[in-house]
């Protein structure tokens, strides 16, 4: 088997990183006998995806859901090792748009464009004349135009048109559409034509926290003998003649490993874990350009009555500041109490203004009118809210030119045993699938690394 020969050496590969790219790629290298120890600084495992359980309710750290569903790259890894029957997954497909005069259906499929009420019968023509080329263009064909942002083909589109990929591009990748590359939404559409083999279904873990996918992989891979190490921050990653040969933990001892797999972002890696020298400077510059974040305020709600029976709504309109509500408890009740049922309600904002505790108040004030109009009996249902303001949130995707093939690859030539997993890397998709799609892709390299 390959690798075998890696398992006399005694010296384990060294994951850092317990987020959805450290777990798949462990997973990935368990289930072919190869020993791992994981690293992660943070007390959970799941990265960006934690949770925390606050009043009996599990709040996720944002809204998280599985793309695709079992077409997803993290379903692929889970299936590589035979544990996706130990995640149970909820369906999330009862998504509809508001725009003031009612609700509107979420189309599923390109044909359900035809029948989308949101928009006139006129513009839902001409979005189909830029989906359909869309769907059953080739993934190699979407890699030119991944330098072109989306806007290049949404600003030439009348205002219901627009309202569309508003909506789309916040379901799909949290962000709006200027920031989006055209390559990169072509792809989703691709992956979302049932013609092609794909779907346009979603899912979140039926137990309730978007970090049980993290947990369920954690546990197989404890499971092997392999570690998944908790509050273990990595002090630096030490290379001699061009070679990996350990990493330095917090309290300065040695752990001597032939491989590195880091697979957090790899533009704060190669700034933090690194001595002087081992990249050049040109290459830190193209690096950081990945650090791209973005800014939200996300607020909890708890409700004492269930005021809708849809899963996700998104409101449609410059003047919503409610970018999206998601019914957290209609997708599973396992994240609340019995009678109680939980909410969450996002919107991106400026960086400055999560320094403003005024603006985030005001903020949060017009998203409760908001949810008091569409649903008169928010305000009597209302048990408690929780506000979060984040200043630093990793971009789901990156702006245009800097997706795909274009971010971080996966290996340095000039450093031997160092590989770099997650999505600030050489991937496509959404979010933690990306992290996942990045570890399949780095999997055979690393496994060409161990067996030589």
Known sequence: MPGLFYIMSNKPVVIIGAGIGGLSTGVLLVNRDIKVEIFEKSKKVGGRTSSVTYRNHILDNGFHIMP??????????MKEANIESRLKLAIVSDIAFYDGAGFHKYPKGITDIL???LIPFKSRLSLLKILLPMAFTS????????????????????????????????????????????????RTIIRANPFKGGTSEFAYPDMGGYDRISQVMADYIRETKSGVH????????????????????????LMETDCVIVSYPAYHAINQLFDDGIFDNEFIK????????????????????????????????????SKGIFFISNITPSVSPPGEHLLIVG???????????????EIVTQMKQELSEIYPEFDSALLWERAMAWKLVE??????????????????????????????????????????HSSILAHPKIMEYLSK
């Open 68 to 77: 695709f569903y079992k077409k997803s790259a993290i379903y692929d890894v």
């Open 115 to 117: 029948q989308m009420s």
């Open 139 to 186: 993934m190699e064909k979407t890699e030119e135009l991944d330098k072109i942002p989306l806007t290049e083909v949404t600003r030439k589109l009348d205002y219901h048109s627009k309202r569309f990929f508003d909506a789309v591009c916040m379901l799909a990748f949290a962000d709006t559409p200027d920031h989006i590359s055209l390559g990169e939404f072509a």
């Open 230 to 253: 908790l509050e273990k921050p990595i002090k630096k990653i030490s290379i001699s003649d061009g070679k990996v040969n350990g990493i330095i933990l917090n309290d300065d001892t």
């Open 286 to 321: 193209k690096i950081n350009r990945l650090d791209k974040t973005t800014s939200v305020v996300e607020v909890h709600f708890a409700l004492s009555k269930k005021i809708d029976s849809r899963q996700v709504v998104f409101p449609v309109g410059k003047d919503y500041a």
């Open 347 to 361: 919107t991106p904002i400026k960086p400055e203004e999560t320094d403003n505790p005024l603006r985030i108040k």
């Open 395 to 436: 971009a789901v995707v990156k702006e245009p030119g800097l997706v795909w093939k274009n971010k971080m690859p996966h290996s340095v030539e000039n450093v031997d045993g160092l590989f770099f997993v997650g999505d600030s890397t050489i991937s496509y998709g959404i979010g933690t699938d990306s992290a996942a």
